[in-house]
């Protein structure tokens, strides 16, 4: 990616020993857009970042693992501060174009040492090939590095739209995900930067959910610094831009869902037929969230009965007697009537596969809305029962 460098090194954050510091460098000031949580509990990386994003630019992002500066108070603010303050100095560019993030467990301080020795180590590994390193260092539980890249063509010219993020647990993202970093060589104004990736994020991570939980640090940071020379400065070029942008978030986020916690398939459900969109958000969002779904999509069990029941009590506007309700092509339900014992045995041998889809049509108007999420198994529990042991 043209103008950005990358790095990823072990500093010691982590008890395993693996890498848990990452960097992204702009060479110059780029165009900033962010999302952040909207858990009231925020980590102080998000409490600083809100602030400096307001300025519209950024330089430099550092990211660590194993540690989320959450719950820590005025020293973890201090801490945050100090971080963004010695890369700044190390990079040699203003601290106010420094955003730090965190993740990991909450209510521990940073242990600033680390830091202290890291952060002028990490400046030394910047590459133009170093994204994997970087990767690599903001994950925790995630089992692999999530990277998507796509270009876009505007005026015979080239740009490229590049994404990097981590997440596989306390996934229900009320703006974006656990961590998401997108860079661009396109230029844009950091208002329509804020725009797109608005509308990019509600199509995407807005639409994920692995364990209904939304996480005190969730950030989603895009940078333009415009080395490509493709300007992004009126309508036709805005719509190629967000198609792209689009793109990307929406292959992260389904990256982030595949890869949950104990996970063993991946779901999509699509309400159709609702009255209103809302309803149709509701009844997605309902059936995506509820534990009971997630355990029989698990178990490979085909009680439809748990899909319905989470959308009557979604709060949409639902009659029974007009659901149909299919997996992948297979009907189970229509017109609120169950289609038997071969449905039912088809069924289940459908969701033997890693991917299934489910859709139910509420047949009451011609809204349509969807979710993505995946199955509860016995590891979820697991490894969130060990997480800080």
């Known amino acids: 990616m043209k103008g950005f460098k990358f790095a990823?090194?072990?500093?010691?954050?982590k008890k395993n020993g693996g890498k848990d510091l990452g960097l992204i460098y702009c060479e110059k000031p780029a165009s900033a857009a962010a999302l952040f949580t909207r858990n009231k509990v925020?980590?102080?990386?998000?409490?600083?970042g809100k602030e400096k994003i307001k300025n519209g630019s950024c330089q430099a992002v550092l990211v660590n693992s194993g540690n989320a500066n959450c719950f820590t108070g005025k020293k973890g603010i201090a801490d945050a501060i100090a971080c963004s303050k010695l890369l700044g100095d190390c990079l040699d560019i203003d601290e106010d174009l420094v955003l730090v993030s965190s993740t990991g467990v909450i209510g521990a301080n940073l242990p600033m040492d680390k830091f202290e020795a890291g952060i002028p180590e990490i400046v030394k590994h910047l590459s133009s090939e170093g994204m994997?390193?970087?990767?690599?260092?903001?994950?925790?539980?995630?089992?692999h590095r999530k990277m998507v890249k796509q270009n876009g063509e505007i005026g015979n010219k080239i740009f490229s739209i590049m994404g990097i993020a981590k997440g596989s647990g306390m996934i229900r993202p009320d703006m974006a995900t656990m961590l998401a970093f997108i860079c661009t060589d396109a230029e844009i104004s950091p208002q329509d930067l804020k725009i797109c990736l608005s509308s990019a994020n509600e199509k995407s991570f807005n639409r994920?959910?692995?364990?209904?939980?939304?996480?005190?640090?969730?950030?989603?940071?895009?940078?333009?610094?415009?080395?490509?020379?493709?300007?992004?400065?009126?309508?036709?070029?805005?719509?190629?831009?967000?198609?792209?942008?689009?793109?990307?978030?929406?292959?992260?986020?389904?990256?982030?869902?595949?890869?949950?916690?104990?996970?063993?398939?991946?779901?999509?459900?699509?309400?159709?037929g609702a009255a209103t969109k809302e309803d149709a958000f509701k009844a997605?969002?309902?059936i995506a969230h509820s534990n009971l779904v997630k355990t029989a999509i698990y178990g490979e069990?085909?009680?439809?009965?748990?899909?319905?029941?989470a959308a009557g009590r979604s709060g949409a506007q639902v009659v029974p007697?007009?659901?149909?309700?299919?997996?992948?092509?297979?009907?189970?339900?229509?017109?609120?009537?169950?289609m038997g014992a071969e449905a039912?045995?088809?069924?289940?041998?459908?969701?033997?596969?890693?991917?299934?889809?489910?859709t139910l049509n509420l047949n009451l108007g011609h809204a349509t809305d969807h979710f993505f999420f995946c199955d509860f198994s016995e590891d979820y529990v697991k490894i969130n029962a060990d997480y800080r042991t």
């Open 42 to 48: 925020m980590a102080a990386p998000v409490i600083l």
């Open 284 to 286: 997605s969002e309902a």
């Open 321 to 338: 007697e007009r659901m149909d309700l299919f997996f992948d092509d297979q009907p189970l339900v229509l017109n609120g009537n169950w």
């Open 208 to 272: 994920i959910t692995i364990d209904g939980d939304t996480s005190t640090n969730d950030t989603l940071l895009v940078f333009a610094n415009g080395s490509s020379d493709v300007k992004i400065n009126n309508m036709d070029s805005k719509i190629v831009f967000q198609n792209a942008l689009d793109e990307v978030c929406f292959q992260l986020a389904k990256m982030v869902v595949k890869d949950g916690e104990g996970a063993t398939k991946f779901v999509q459900i699509i309400v159709k």
């Open 344 to 358: 039912e045995k088809n069924t289940a041998q459908i969701m033997k596969n890693s991917e299934i889809t489910i």
């Open 8 to 13: 990823g090194i072990c500093a010691g954050i």
């Open 132 to 143: 994997d390193d970087f990767a690599d260092a903001i994950l925790t539980t995630d089992t």
């Open 301 to 309: 069990d085909p009680n439809w009965g748990r899909i319905t029941a």
